[in-house]
């Protein structure tokens, strides 16, 4: 299940987060990343990645402990390009196996 907590960390959010067993925490404002890894630290839900949404078009890996990934031009309805890193972590906390050529991500 994926649960959007609405972007603000207060007791409702808290709720949600003792529920979960992972998190990707995606926010445009990457000075938000402690506060919100705090939250989730509380609630003993395991990290999986930090996504810092921007306004330019890109897709890139720029840490890798924790994950750390820059995405851009997010919107609503749209489709985009994502880290194969990110797939992969994703993959791994659901503990869905990939097949070495990635070609269900369309990919080779």
């Known amino acids: 299940m994926l649960v959007d907590t609405g972007g603000?960390?207060?007791?409702?959010?808290?709720?949600?987060?003792n529920c979960c067993t992972h998190a990707i925490i995606v926010t445009a404002k990457p000075e938000e990343f402690c506060r919100w890894r705090g939250a989730i630290e509380a609630s003993e839900v395991a990290?999986?990645?930090?996504?810092?949404?921007?306004?330019?078009?890109?897709?890139?890996?720029?840490?890798t402990d924790p994950l750390h990934v820059r995405l851009g031009k997010l919107e609503r309805g749209?489709?985009?390009?994502?880290?194969?890193?990110?797939?992969?972590a994703v993959c791994q906390a659901a503990e869905i196996q990939l097949p070495d050529s990635h070609s269900v991500l369309g990919r080779r």
């Open 8 to 17: 603000k960390i207060d007791r409702k959010t808290q709720r949600i987060l």
């Open 47 to 63: 990290l999986i990645a930090l996504v810092e949404s921007v306004l330019e078009q890109c897709c890139d890996v720029v840490g």
């Open 78 to 88: 749209t489709t985009g390009t994502v880290p194969d890193a990110l797939i992969r």
